[in-house]
């Protein structure tokens, strides 16, 4: 079974409307690439009792967030969830100003680059950028990926003020209790990698044929906090050259997305941006990547 929406909030929140929470539980039951689920399928993974699973979907459904596959029994999600994502995603200061860094540096290192801001206790791809060579990562925009265990979710850990970063930390905790010393032990690391030299490396720990930096990110009013990667195979990249190349060169990367927000029009005004299909280098679209395991 998933955690649902409501892991981690306080027990008597008087502004929080648990059966909203719970229609965002069942559409964050759907996962890139899999296709329908059937009620009996939401239940298992929100952990709602399936009648109240049956009468949100019903609702969802009405209101067009769902479509009802009459001849499987099963949902899949609607287009008024595309529209909602499309709308926050098109407007975002720092997706507009990061692309063309984040695409030259993907080139030059013939490497996976990414933005990416919390998902709850994960962090999504907001921006996607791949080498021209690059064929063992398929993550694209909308890719979840774990906080605790990815150079890109340390990162962003680390730039939270000290309140927020415990708040998060303690629900990792909670939902990696199993192999929570695993998990401390690695974001202390990556935190003192942070505060000395500004990037943080992984190898192998959230998948083991993976390996990567990432960068903090703060919008020019220091409002919302994002963070930036790099990553590739570990059998393409060695472990100095992630920490004496890859690492600085992020770090400016971060420093040039934040130059290019304070200079860009506001959203206001600015034409939006296309969510732009993530080629290989030669026009050629790649596959939809399935959802990151959490």
Known sequence: MENGLTEGMPAKDRQFVTALARGLDILRAFHAGEGMLGNQEIAHRTGLPKPTVARLTHTLTELGYLNYIRRFRKYELGASVLALGYAAISSMDV????????????????????????????????EACRGPSVVAITHDVGTRVPMAS??????????????DRNKQIDAIRRRWRDDWTKVKTGLDRSFKELADRGFCVTWGEWLPELCGVGVPLRNTDGTAAYAVNASAPIYQISRDRLEADWGPRLVKV????????????STATAPIAPVRPMTNGNGARPPIAAMARR
């Open 95 to 126: 997706r507009r100003a990061s692309r063309q860094p984040l695409e030259q540096l993907a080139h030059a290192l013939n490497a996976s680059t990414a933005l990416g801001g919390r998902d709850r206790h994960s962090m999504i791809y907001l």
């Open 150 to 163: 990815t150079a890109m979710g340390r990162a962003y850990l680390f730039s939270l003020p000290d309140v």
């Open 254 to 265: 971060a420093r040039d997305i934040r130059t290019g927000m304070a200079a860009q029009p």
